[in-house]
């Protein structure tokens, strides 16, 4: 009776391993497909940001030190997350900007 109830049990067994293993290794992949999507949202919104902060100070002559320090972190970020392509050069553009409105970007 043992002996049956053996036979019975590892395949049963081994067959829940293997189906727990499998979904297991099912939700790491989704897990990372969406961290990868999650990733890519925020480089992109991260990039919008960059671009806007460009557009704004660019049209105003300066850069105050506290949206500097703002864009240095998000800059920081989006980098981090694999980004350098043209916000790269609109970061650079903007920290070279002064920190006050002068007569001269009035």
């Known amino acids: 009776m043992l002996d049956i109830f053996l036979k019975w049990l590892i395949p049963f067994v081994c067959g829940g391993v293997v189906s727990v293993l499998g979904m297991l290794a099912a939700q790491i992949k989704k897990n990372r497909k969406r961290e990868k999507a999650v990733e890519n949202g925020v480089q992109c919104l991260l990039r919008a940001e960059i671009i806007r902060q460009y557009e ?38 903007i920290m070279k900007l002064p920190p006050e409105r002068t007569v001269e970007n009035e």
């Not at 030190?65 to 970061?91: F, P, S």
């Open 56 to 93: 704004k100070n660019i049209d105003r002559g300066y850069c105050p030190l506290y949206a500097k320090e703002a864009l240095k972190r998000g800059y920081d970020a989006y980098h981090e997350l694999g980004g350098n392509d043209v916000a790269t050069d609109l970061y650079h553009k």
